[in-house]
């Protein structure tokens, strides 16, 4: 660990961290430490057996002598133990209380408590001791059987309940989380799964060529049924009613979108937005992203998100060793080349071997690239090759009208309808790996082959490569050939080219579709959409920055 880097861990564990930390040391650092969360099925059940017992009522003092007193919703600390819990339930029996802790799930096959639930409910023993009452017995309410356990509290409880503090603080002081569970049916319903990708982990980080790991089971963690909406009407104004996004234009127009069914706010130009719509917007963890007129992407408003300092901190120690950035930015460039190939091979009417010899060509030099610019060099070198073939993949009918040439890529501002396509998908693309990348906690400025500018996204840039070709240069080729957008589609100002409002409603549409397309990971071989996708990537390189993978394992398709 870098002596200038140093996790102080919380003088107070909580009981429920505890309870995470026994059922899996993984799920624990993720939740406590790097402050992740999903909710689930099971979650928001979870929620609802706990409704009894939320609101506070009574206390010791009000209890007296009544012999069925209840206290619910009870906090208690002890520093000389370093934990802390909300109880559930406290009940009196004679002159001891008895905690009693509820869960939403069934009693286990054994008749007894899971030990997860037991060490749980034997931190509130123990407060309860360190608060001067008599605790003798606990019990865990399972609500799905209607049934209570109790628990003798013992000093073998007792001796299992410190152990295990000690070892979660352990876990909570290293750089890396604790490795996932290798194969575990605890998995399945776990509502990290898709942030702790345990399988996916696994797999990239074996590195011994006779341990077999089991096939990565396909993300648990569907894609949220939520999507972007895009704002484009020049003097739109959005509000809120209720649970409901209000857009009205300057004609009166208005639009209505449940809160629900919103994943972003996109604003192309001058759109006005409330005040109440950015609070509601910023408490749901949902980005505003800001767009000139013209497509550009200029940045995002949003919630604190991520609170994971130590990712960060790797990052930044990544980016500022030019040897370690310079060893990401070859795999980013070279699966970016090959990509750019499978493209042409696709699409090409007739793809030049020469070129597609080239482009191999020059992948395999930029994994042995000695330098940043030499790098730079050989990754325009194969954008040269790529572009200069890119009309070769419209159709006739397409480059009679589209023209573009064989000079290829030109952009502030672009003077023809392709390239005008292609500087709007980049754009878009680079909007959302900014917000895929806020969304697990790194930087989306500070970047390991774009280096860092004023205003430049560099690290959403570098990861967005080896999909340029695959997301955003598809989509302008279905909308090309497919005839979704055509000459009127466009218009000319001052000698630039941009979308008309008709042909931006057709670019999105075209975009969504793209991004739930589901392709086969290369190295996990199961299906997944590109949405999905991005935030595996984003968060397979996290690992590979903090150093709990070795390498990060870029995206190529055949």
């Known amino acids: 660990m870098n002596e200038q880097f140093q996790r102080e861990v919380p003088e107070l564990l909580p009981a429920r961290m505890l309870n995470e930390y026994t059922y899996c040391p993984r799920l624990f650092y993720l939740e406590w430490v790097d402050m992740e969360w999903a909710p689930s099925h099971d979650t928001v059940v979870g929620e609802g057996v706990h409704k009894r017992v939320d609101k506070a009522r009574g206390s010791f003092e009000r209890a007296g002598d009544r012999p069925d007193a209840e206290i619910t919703s009870l906090t208690l600390s002890s520093e000389d133990e370093g934990l802390t819990a909300r109880l559930d339930m406290v009940e009196r029996d004679g002159d001891a209380w008895i905690p009693v802790d509820y869960k939403k799930g069934s009693v286990p096959p054994n008749g007894t408590p899971w030990e997860a639930d037991r060490i749980q409910v034997g931190v509130q023993a123990l407060l309860l001791r360190c608060a001067g009452k008599r605790c003798e017995q606990a019990v865990v309410y399972y609500a799905a059987s209607k049934r209570r356990i109790s628990i003798n509290v013992d000093d073998s409880l007792v001796d299992d309940v410190r152990r295990a503090a000690r070892q979660a603080r352990e876990a909570a002081s290293l750089r890396t989380p604790p490795p996932p569970l290798v194969d575990s049916p605890k998995c399945a319903r776990c509502s990290l799964v898709g942030i702790c990708l345990p399988d996916e982990t696994n797999q990239s980080a074996s590195t011994d060529a006779e341990l077999v790991q089991p096939p990565a089971r396909p993300v648990r963690a569907t894609d949220s049924p939520a999507l972007p909406v895009y704002v484009s009407t020049p003097g739109t104004r959005i509000g809120k009613s209720g649970e409901t996004l209000v857009a009205t234009t300057p ?308």
């Open 251 to 558: 004609d009166g127009e208005t639009a209505k979108i449940r809160l629900i069914d919103v994943s972003q706010l996109c604003l192309m130009g001058n759109i006005s937005v409330s005040a109440s719509v950015i609070s509601e917007l910023m408490a749901r963890d949902i980005p505003i992203c800001h767009f000139s007129g013209g497509g550009w992407f200029h940045g995002v408003t949003h919630s604190v998100g991520s609170r994971n300092a130590g990712l960060r901190i790797s990052q930044f120690e990544v980016a500022a060793d030019e040897s370690r950035s310079l060893n990401v930015a070859r795999g980013l460039v070279a699966r970016k080349i090959l990509n750019q190939r499978t493209v042409l091979r696709r699409n090409h009417e007739d793809a030049p071997k020469r070129t597609l010899e080239e482009m191999k060509a020059l992948s395999t030099k930029a994994l042995s690239a000695e330098s940043p610019g030499q790098l730079l060099g050989l990754e325009g070198l194969a954008a040269r090759a790529y572009f200069g073939q890119f009309a070769g993949m419209l159709r006739p009918n397409v480059r009679d009208w589209a023209e573009f040439h064989e000079s290829g890529r030109n952009r502030r501002p672009p003077l023809d309808p392709v390239n005008a396509l292609l500087s709007f998908a980049y754009s878009i693309l680079a909007k959302d790996w900014t917000t895929t990348l806020f969304t697990v906690g790194l930087d989306p400025f500070v970047g390991v082959f774009h280096r860092p500018r004023f205003g430049r996204a560099s690290l959403a840039l570098d990861l967005m490569e080896e999909f340029r070709p695959l997301v955003a240069d598809s989509v302008v080729l279905q909308l090309l050939n497919n005839g979704e957008v055509g000459p009127t589609s466009f218009v000319m100002r001052g000698g630039a080219c941009a979308l008309t409002p008709d042909g931006r409603r057709s670019f999105f549409q075209a975009w969504e579709r793209r991004l739930s397309h589901e392709v086969t990971h290369p190295v996990f071989r199961y299906a997944i959409s590109y949405r999905r996708l991005f935030e595996v990537q984003s968060r397979l390189f996290a690992r590979a920055l903090t150093g709990e993978l070795d390498r990060y394992e870029g995206f190529t398709t055949r």
